[in-house]
């Protein structure tokens, strides 16, 4: 079975909230072939009941803002052990103050680890 990590499901629903819990419930509808992990920084994120009713595992990490090092150093650590067969999904929302960067740059990467 395959892990997919989904980062980004914030406390407010909104596009990526709605998009994350949309292709979960899709994909575990169709096949059991995956199970997924959400990292999120709140422990009320948006959907949490839904998701928690359709199986998936959660690991809450610091504030990015308030805790960079232990933030950054726990989300390394999730990439480490997430081992051969895991899918990372990686959302970027807005890049404020970046001067090259569009005002609304939406990145979706997905890698096997």
């Known amino acids: 079975m395959k892990t997919i990590y989904f980062y980004g499901i914030d406390n407010n629903i909104g596009g990526m909230e709605v998009y994350a819990f949309n292709l979960i419930k899709d994909v575990l509808s169709k096949t059991n072939e995956f199970k997924f992990h959400i990292i999120s920084q709140f422990e009320d994120f948006s959907f949490k009941k839904e998701l ?28 480490k052990n997430a081992g051969i067969s895991a899918a990372v999904y990686a959302y970027c929302g807005r890049n404020h103050g970046r001067r090259f960067a569009p005002s609304s740059f939406h990145s979706a990467t997905i890698s096997v680890a």
């Open 52 to 79: 928690v009713d359709l199986g998936c595992e959660f690991t809450i990490v610091p504030s990015r803002k308030k805790h960079p090092f232990k933030y950054s150093k726990q989300i390394l650590n999730i990439l």
